[in-house]
Structures are given as structure tokens and as C-alpha cells.
């Protein structure tokens, strides 16, 4: 037997589990069930090191394949859970992909249930779209995907998706045409059954049409596809276009490394190519000033927050020195005392970014109600107990130990 796995805090302890033995007969005092989405294989959780994991059976071949595109995903800074390790060589017996939970997501049935059907059968499509274009973008054919091997995070008031499952996947330098349209053929087949299924369970009134949802997500990715890949012709008098299409990329999440401009008689003809474009702009902006790591849109939030505490500065008289500076007062005076407040029992419910996020919504709706700016403290209180008390806990979304299956 031979175990390949990425050294951190806590992982020795995968060395005492019973490799040898076939998944399914694991003692269920070793697991920890989690609500997940559906598979074809034997998956198990464990917690190990204060982390939670993911335990796969699956043929060594596809394991160690499965293992290598994971990493290879993280190392590019992808949406997708992280490859912790192979267990292979077991007697008789499959390979077991290890791979780290991801803590605030949730399957796609459990996220239904946790908020109103309508606001998650709205962002679902976008999310699913966004994740499809990250990955082309990278050369990365998913091969399989499905709202059963992807996961959703919250980010202030949408979705965010990660890659759970690349059993069938390839990573080429670049995609093809015929690449990226297979792809989109294969997510949209698997989606419209999905979708059926949903409908079923939740009624057509709940969810819609699921052809229409399943369309919706292929309209979105070419909609999103067109507008960081699309040729764009402007005379010579209109500079500014290159400017106005770069912000509208940036506002998109997406920063552009390198174009192109090719001379025409009337003008330029402006080019962006997918191998440059790069996802993520607001939240490596928000790292690199506070450290903070958030979903894209929770970073587009915890920024403008940032951008009015410094004009609340500049009104107070005190010229801030730098965006470093301001961001560094804003973390330690403004946002840690926030999530600071939030007793201990309670954080499991949002992750700190979408926490912060949902406050200033909730101080907005407050303010509004009430006719008067309401102080943070006062809309801490109020968030803390009537929303806040009233939420799942989603860090981890663990099930009862008797729906442990057999």
C-alpha cells in the first residue's frame, strides 16, 4: 500500500485509518456525514487536524489523475476543492482520493433549501457560467460538468462555484472551438436532467422550465465569453474604448495581462486573447492591501467599504497616506471588531467576508426603515439577534449519524 499526500498540520493522522479495509465497512465512529450532492463512487468524510475530508474509492488510474488536475486547478488559483491526497496499492481494493472540504459551500439541493428557491434558481446559472469560462480560459475541458460535481458559496448576493469532481477532465494549453462547445454540450445535457430532477422534487412554479434554466446557463457563458474574447473595431479619435473595455472587464472580475491592436484604415482593431485574461481582480486587490481572502464579489463590497472609510477620514480632516494605510486602519478598527462581535457559537453560519457583507446590508435596510444613519454597533445587535440566530450553520453542513449509509 502507498500513500501520496501533501504535507500539513494534522495530516499524519491520516496514517492511523484502515487503508486495507474496503470503504463502505468503515466504523461509523471514524466518519463525519455531510450532506453532498450525488455520486457514483463511495464517498466518506473524516475529520483529521481540525480539517474535514473527503474520502473517494475510484480505480488508481483515475485517482492519481483526478489528484494530479486538482493540484494543478489550485496551483492556478481555479474554484476547486483541494487534492490532499492518494491512497493506492490497497489489496484487492480501489485507490482513495483524498481531497479537503471547502468550508461555507453546499451542494446545490441543500443550498435550495436554505434560502428562497427563486434567489438561488436565478444566481445558479450565472455561477455555473462564470466557473465554465474560468476553466476555458485555462485550456481546462471539465468533461462532466453538473450541478452534482460542483459546489456554491455565498458572495454578497450571488453564487460562487467550485469544481468538485474532474474524473473526465483534460487540461491543454488552450481549448479548441470544438473543445469548448463539446464542453458546453456535455454541461448542458447533464443540466437539463439535473433540472428535471429538481422540478419534480420542487414543482415547475418553484424552479421553471428546466430546458430554459439549462439554456440560461449556455446564454450567460457565451454572453460572458463574448465580452473577454470578442474583437472590437474604434477610430482613431476614440482612445478612450480601450479604457471603457478594459474597467468593464475589470468590473467583471477579470484583468487583462496584454491586447492587441492591429491598424486599420479608419482606426484600430482590438483583440484580448483567453490566455491572458485573468479572473479575480477585486479579490487580489483586497489581499494585497488587507491580507483578507473573499469570494469576487464579497472583495468588490469589503473594497467599497474601505473606499467610503476613507472619505469618512478625509471629512474628519485626516488625509489618509496611502490606500495601504487606509485599508490597514479600516481592518483592525472597522471590520475584525465586526466579525469580533459574533459570538463563537454563531460563526459557523457565514464565512467572516459574507458576514461583513450581510451587515452593512442589514445597517442599510435599518437606516432606511428607521429615517437616521444607525450606528454599526446598533446594526451588530440587531443582525446578531434577528438574522443571524436564525440561519444554518454552513461551514459544515453535517448530517445526523443514523442517515450514515450503508
Known amino acids: 500500500m502507498r500513500i501520496q499526500l501533501v504535507p500539513d498540520t494534522g495530516r499524519h493522522e491520516f496514517l492511523d485509518l484502515p487503508w486495507r479495509t474496503p470503504l463502505e465497512e468503515w466504523d461509523p465512529a471514524l466518519l463525519t456525514v455531510v450532506d453532498r450532492g450525488i455520486s457514483r463512487h463511495v464517498v466518506r468524510f473524516v475529520e483529521r487536524g481540525g480539517g474535514l475530508y473527503a474520502l473517494k474509492e475510484i480505480n488508481d488510474r483515475l485517482a492519481h489523475k483526478e489528484y494530479r488536475l486538482l493540484r494543478s486547478l489550485r496551483r492556478e488559483g481555479l474554484p476547486a476543492v483541494e487534492g490532499v491526497g492518494v491512497v493506492s496499492d490497497r489489496p484487492g481494493l480501489d485507490a482513495i482520493l483524498i481531497t479537503r472540504h471547502l468550508d461555507y459551500s453546499l451542494p446545490y439541493r441543500l443550498m435550495l ?70 464542453d458546453l454540450d456535455i454541461a448542458q445535457e447533464n443540466l437539463i436532467g439535473e433540472f428535471y430532477d429538481l422540478s419534480a422534487e420542487l414543482g415547475d412554479e418553484e424552479l421553471g422550465d428546466p430546458e430554459e434554466m439549462a439554456s440560461t446557463v449556455r446564454g450567460e457563458y457565451e454572453r460572458l465569453w463574448e465580452d473577454l474574447t470578442a474583437e472590437e473595431e474604434f477610430d482613431v479619435d476614440e482612445p478612450a474604448r480601450l479604457v471603457q473595455r478594459l474597467e468593464r472587464l475589470n468590473d467583471r472580475g477579470f484583468d487583462v495581462e496584454e491586447v492587441e491592436l492591429d491598424a486599420t484604415p479608419s482606426g484600430y482593431r482590438l483583440r484580448v486573447r483567453p490566455q491572458v485574461v485573468e479572473p479575480g481582480h477585486h479579490r487580489r486587490r483586497l489581499q494585497r492591501l488587507t491580507g483578507l481572502d473573499a469570494q469576487e464579489n464579497q472583495a468588490r463590497r469589503l473594497l467599497e467599504d474601505i473606499g467610503a ?91 445526523r449519524p443514523s442517515d450514515i449509509p450503508r
Open 113 to 182: 433549501a436554505s434560502r428562497p428557491v427563486a434567489e438561488v434558481r436565478d444566481r445558479l446559472p450565472t455561477a455555473l457560467a462564470d466557473l465554465l469560462v474560468r476553466l476555458h480560459l485555462t485550456g481546462f475541458f471539465w468533461g462532466d460538468c453538473s450541478l452534482s460535481n460542483t459546489l456554491f458559496a455565498r458572495d454578497a448576493g450571488a453564487l460562487a462555484a467550485y469544481v468538485v469532481d474532474v474524473e473526465t477532465a483534460e487540461h491543454h494549453d488552450q481549448l479548441t472551438e470544438g473543445q469548448r462547445s463539446y
Open 309 to 399: 472609510y476613507r472619505e469618512s477620514l478625509e471629512a474628519a480632516g485626516q488625509q489618509p497616506v496611502s490606500d495601504a494605510a487606509v485599508a490597514g486602519r479600516w481592518l483592525t478598527e472597522v471590520f475584525e471588531p465586526a466579525v469580533a462581535s459574533v459570538p463563537s457559537e454563531l460563526r459557523g453560519k457565514r464565512a467572516a467576508a459574507e458576514l461583513y457583507h450581510e451587515l452593512l446590508d442589514h445597517r442599510w435596510h435599518l437606516s432606511q426603515l428607521e429615517g437616521r444613519d444607525v450606528p454599526i454597533d446598533e446594526a451588530i445587535a440587531s443582525y446578531l439577534g434577528t438574522v443571524l440566530t436564525e440561519l444554518p450553520d454552513e461551514r459544515i453542513a453535517i448530517v
